[in-house]
């Protein structure tokens, strides 16, 4: 079997294919820190998780990168609202969110990088931009001029046409509506020196500038929630190959599915937002994983007190039924081969689903069966020498920690 994966770019899972035991690049959006992260970044951060972890489980070894977007307009006004230093605020939200990615055991992120800490590559890359001749600068900033860059549009499926019709960041002085700003000037509040005089970077360029100067001009794969997808994602790829000429920028677009409370979107704006450290309260980081991983992660997660209830009961049944198989004394019993059977089959399965662009959903029913199996296996007292039962749990384990479920 070989792994496929589903390319928002292509809108086919394609076979993923890089030598075992190659490095993998994997990049993914990290938060805008001037607020604690909430369960829609939980979803998203424990998926691309579980997702790093079986790629490691296939032989790969990934490295992990993840931005920090510390120099937005939303950290400055949060700033500005509270008296308080805009990058002191990042550097606190940055804090906690680092926290609650431990807390929910996610360990695998190789590096998280700040934009300010980018500031002359960011530059460096508007200037390339303005001398190729797909940017410009105006009175108010650098914007992209997306026309120079016809393929705009392919990630997230529009049209030219349609593009102009999504105006973003509304300005006067930009030449087409679609066109996206590269860098703003300010001459107050958090800004830098730069050729077209003092102020701050465009969201998108921080990204390929942190992106570009850690993996290269190409890389493997590329993640972020679905809302992501336009202009955010098409930005990078824009801004991308039109720098190194080079396509694609990468390989594999990966996209989380939304997460919706009582039938509607979480978001700031309905005032529903969970945050992570209030839902650690209640549950355990072991029943959020349950419960995403029995998702798939391009579909959509509702959350309710009922589903997470759920979810931990399953795991407690998961955990309890391979437990009994842990903890039972060793002894003489049925052949190695006679054992190994019903283990090569199931890790044959788990790993045909988890192939199957990742789908922990049905990969954690295996798991879920195996444990059964294996309590089954304990109940009946035939006895186990210890040599098998070793290997079985080592094998077991293995899969579990794919989703992080035992402790
Ligand atoms: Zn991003």
Redesign the pocket.
Same mark, same amino acid.
């Given at each position: 079997m070989v792994l496929r994966i589903y390319n928002s770019l292509t809108r086919t899972k394609e076979a993923f294919t890089a030598p075992r035991g190659s490095s993998v690049k994997f990049f993914v959006?990290g938060p805008t820190v001037y607020d604690y992260v909430h369960l829609g970044h939980a979803r998203t951060y424990l998926a691309f998780d579980m997702i790093t972890r079986y790629l490691g489980f296939l032989g790969y070894n990934v490295t992990y990168l993840m931005?920090i977007t510390d120099v937005a307009d939303r950290i400055i006004q949060k700033g500005d609202e509270l008296k308080k230093d805009p990058l002191q605020l990042a550097r606190e939200y940055e804090s906690a969110f680092l926290e609650d990615m431990k807390a929910l055991g996610i360990t695998n992120v190789a590096a998280y990088e700040r934009a300010s800490e980018y500031m002359p590559q960011i530059i460096a890359q508007i200037k390339s931009l303005v001398d190729i001749g797909v940017a410009y600068e105006t009175e108010t900033g650098v914007y992209f001029e997306v026309r120079k860059f016809p393929k705009f549009g392919q990630l997230s499926g529009q049209i030219q046409e349609e593009l102009g019709l999504r105006r973003l960041e509304l300005c006067s002085s930009k030449k087409n509506p679609e066109d996206f700003s590269l860098w703003r000037k300010h001459d107050s509040g958090l800004r830098w020196d730069s050729p077209w005089g003092q102020g701050r970077p465009g969201w998108h360029v921080e990204?390929t500038a942190i992106s570009m100067t850690r993996f290269g001009e190409t890389y493997d794969l590329h993640g972020?929630a679905s809302e992501?997808v336009f202009p =955010? =994602?098409e930005a990078?790829i824009a801004q991308a190959e039109a720098l190194s000429g080079k396509a694609p920028f990468v390989r594999f677009w990966l996209h989380t599915g939304l997460l919706s409370i009582k039938g509607r979107k979480m978001s700031k704006s309905l005032g529903n937002m969970i945050r992570i450290r209030d839902t650690l309260r209640e549950y355990a980081p072991a029943d959020l994983r349950y419960y995403f991983a029995s998702i798939h992660y391009r579909d959509t997660v509702s959350i309710s007190d009922l589903a997470l209830k759920r979810a931990r009961n399953h795991l407690k049944a998961l955990q309890k039924n391979y437990n009994s198989f842990h903890f039972l004394q060793p002894g003489t019993g049925a052949s190695k081969a006679e054992r190994m059977n019903f283990l090569r089959r199931a890790e044959s399965e788990f790993t045909r689903h988890m192939d199957d662009d990742f789908n922990t959903a049905r990969a954690l029913r295996v798991l879920t069966d195996l444990a059964r199996k294996l309590s089954l296996l304990a109940r009946t007292g035939r006895g186990i020498d210890q040599k098998s039962k070793d290997e079985i749990d080592q094998r077991f384990r293995r899969m579990a920690d794919v989703f992080g479920i035992l402790s």
């Open positions: 959006c931005n990204d972020g992501l =955010h =994602h990078e």
